[in-house]
T-cell receptor
Framework: GNSVTQMEGPVTLSEEAFLTINCTYT??????LFWYVQYPGEGLQLLLK?????DKGSNKGFEATYRKETTSFHLEKGSVQVSDSAVYFC??????????FGKGTTLSVSS | GAGVSQSPSNKVTEKGKDVELRCDPI?????LYWYRQSLGQGLEFLIY????????KSGLPSDRFSAERTGGSVSTLTIQRTQQEDSAVYLC???????????FGSGTRLTVV
């Protein structure tokens, strides 16, 4: 069946450091891929998405590229801020099914 | 409404009691989903409603769990004879198209004591 694997956390970085959170998936066909973010005390929010191979999703300085050849959708940001501290979830969706999430990666950024 | 609304936001119940959790999706959204978020378990899919089709119940963990969606809008998740392991945050989401992502509610934090 379909699944999403993302790197275990927590990830601890200093402000302005480069961030990568790895995400790989297993799916039949061509799923859509997403990153969701959950800030402390808040609900899940869509961060970015890509619906086909080689698409790059971007938002708030974060980027992720849909790589079909490596079945990956790694999240990157060039310079993190304290306000980026949150839990990040990679997810995939195929028509007719519900979103499947990874287990989440906690990011903690210190000043 | 403007967003997905869930009630109550917090619920403490005694083991063995039944609970009902409510979700008001965004008006016009055809698909509605329930997930459970537990510490260390990530987001676990429970059930999915799409229009008038039969719901996908494949994620329900036991027959103590059930859900319905009345009139294609409001949904209620019912947990019978609650157990301590049912303690979690129950999240509801809705969408018109999976490709555009889901809009999540703030969740109901259920604590079974």
């Amino acid at each position: 069946g379909n699944s999403v694997t993302q790197m275990e956390g927590p990830v601890t970085l200093s402000e302005e450091a480069f961030l990568t959170i790895n995400c790989t998936y297993t799916a039949t066909g061509y799923p859509s891929l997403f990153w969701y973010v959950q800030y402390p005390g808040e609900g899940l929010q869509l961060l970015l998405k890509a619906t086909k191979a080689d698409d790059k999703g971007s938002n708030k300085g974060f980027e992720a590229t849909y790589r079909k050849e490596t079945t990956s959708f790694h999240l990157e940001k060039g310079s993190v801020q304290v306000s980026d501290s949150a839990v990040y979830f990679c997810a995939l969706n195929q028509a007719g099914t519900a979103l499947i999430f990874g287990k989440g990666t906690t990011l903690s950024v210190s000043s | 409404g403007a967003g997905v609304s869930q009630s109550p936001s917090n619920k403490v119940t005694e083991k063995g009691k039944d609970v009902e959790l409510r979700c008001d999706p965004i008006s016009g959204h055809t698909a509605l989903y329930w997930y459970r978020q537990s510490l260390g378990q990530g987001l676990e899919f429970l059930i999915y409603f799409q229009g008038n089709s039969a719901p996908d119940k494949s994620g329900l963990p036991s027959d103590r769990f059930s859900a319905e969606r009345t009139g294609g809008s409001v949904s209620t998740l019912t947990i019978q004879r609650t157990q301590q392991e049912d303690s979690a945050v129950y999240l509801c989401a809705s969408t018109n198209s999976g490709d555009y992502g889901y809009t999540f509610g703030s969740g109901t934090r259920l604590t079974v004591v």
